[in-house]
């Protein structure tokens, strides 16, 4: 008889080898940094391609660049499935982890599954999405937008930093941009969307416990604002009669940290300045700042952007700058669906302990999947609370634990629907 415990071992190490092989496909030497479209997802899909196939699904890639890989075993009912996904595209310069192990761990639990000879009532399907981080086109949750039929066909035309439209690119990629409509899930075909992921930050580490299980992700807004004065020479240009949006920026962005420390819950990140010209002897003509802000509570998070885009206004009249806003995302706070979250910690429980119920402050591609399917989602607790660098981590028997809960919880689901169609 086999050895339960070592056969989650097993997996767990298969799964924590597949993502350092993911790591060494890249688009910059020396670091990782993977992207819609590109060479390193080709190669990534090749490889994922391959442990689908040895986990016993058949996979293909769908219109937008998603990596679909289905298993369908005798008796099941094909057009419903269970579904477990996440994203294979990265920041720039990332850990191995973020996305990734959601999906090296959907296919550890399909092969889990088959092996076991479970038996299944619907299918179950293991998504790579293409693009959940929008580092190259600025827009993320392409993949899973287009799974939920939210994508909509006149971003096609928008160009990453080459001048490269995001139709182009999917065309390069072997994938057909105007039948992007296809990959749309109908209604009930997904019976439950699963996604595993590192928690991305301190908390379960700091309470000494391996698995969280998420409740909400917390509303998004992202956006650039840019404010544009005249430049000039560094050596010339009297100070007062300067109009430099490079000060102005920076005020702008220190008030953005004071306002989220001072309430509670919110967080919001200047992550990004493009300076313009930037060189060291010539006055700025235009900065253009990034603006990430998120809160469980979209009241506080609405109110909290429109504070600060008032102020960015503000200081640029003050300042005799031209200033221009322009929103690239914005989601609402989502609920995980109630009964899936609550069968997924008992699945937990029973492998662990009672896990402890978490709000993401990171947005996932489950945030977009529960406006049209149940949805729950797994954390692993992520060692030093890092990720979005290449120093993110997990531990070997998190993954064991997180394995073993999610094959039992798709027995459960397997068991419930069986019960529900007698």
């Known amino acids: 008889m086999v050895n339960e415990s070592s056969e989650w071992q097993r997996l767990a190490a298969d799964v924590m080898e597949r993502c350092d092989a993911l790591a060494r496909c890249s688009d910059e030497p020396g670091r990782i940094t993977r992207l819609f479209c590109t060479p390193a997802m080709r190669d990534a899909h090749r490889l994922v391609s391959g442990w689908m196939e040895a986990a016993g699904m058949s996979g293909r890639c769908d219109a937008a660049g998603n990596l679909r890989g289905t298993y369908a075993p005798t008796g099941c009912d094909a057009k419903r499935c269970v579904v477990i996904g996440s994203h294979l595209d990265t920041v720039g310069d990332a850990g191995r982890y973020d996305g990734i ?9 399909v092969e889990a599954v088959r092996q076991a000879n479970v038996a299944l009532p619907w299918a179950m399907e293991v998504i790579g999405f293409s693009e959940e ?6 827009l993320p949750f392409i993949g899973s937008r287009a799974l939920v039929g939210t994508f909509d066909p006149q971003l096609l035309t928008l160009c990453d930093d080459a001048g490269v439209s995001l139709g182009r690119a999917l065309t390069a990629f072997g994938c057909d941009p105007h039948a992007i409509d296809a990959c749309r899930v109908l209604e009930g075909e997904i019976v439950a969307y ?20 998420v409740t909400a992700i917390a509303g998004q807004t992202r956006l650039t604002v840019e404010w544009a004065g005249e430049g000039g020479h560094a050596g010339t240009a009297p100070m007062n009669l300067r109009n430099d949006p490079l000060p102005i920026a920076g005020r702008w962005a220190i008030a953005v ?43 506080v998070r609405i109110m909290a952007v429109a504070k ?8 640029a009249q003050g300042a005799n700058l031209a200033v221009r806003v322009e929103r690239q995302h914005e989601h609402a706070a989502v609920a995980m669906d109630v009964e899936l979250t609550a069968g997924l910690a008992a699945a937990v429980t029973e492998v662990d302990a009672a896990p402890r119920l978490m709000v993401s402050g990171a947005g996932h591609d489950a945030g977009v999947v529960a406006r049209a399917a149940p949805t729950a989602m ?32 798709v027995k459960q689901l397997a068991a419930q629907s069986a019960a529900a169609s007698r």
């Open 257 to 299: 940290e004071e306002l989220a420390r001072a309430t509670p819950g919110l967080v919001a990140t200047v992550g990004r300045f493009v300076v313009d010209p930037n060189v060291p002897n010539c006055i700025p003509r235009m900065v253009t700042a990034s603006l990430d802000v998120r809160h469980q509570d979209d009241a």
């Open 101 to 109: 192990l959601g999906v090296m761990m959907g296919i550890a639990v």
């Open 133 to 138: 981080e929008g580092v190259r086109f600025r």
């Open 308 to 315: 600060l885009l008032a102020l960015a206004e503000e200081l």
């Open 378 to 409: 797994l954390f692993l607790r992520s060692p030093g609370g890092v990720s979005h660098h290449p120093a993110e981590a997990v531990h070997a028997a998190d993954v064991a634990l997180g394995l073993e809960a999610l094959v039992m919880f």
């Open 194 to 213: 699963l996604e595993p992921h590192i928690e991305q930050g301190p908390l379960l580490e700091a309470v000494h416990q391996p698995l969280g299980v």
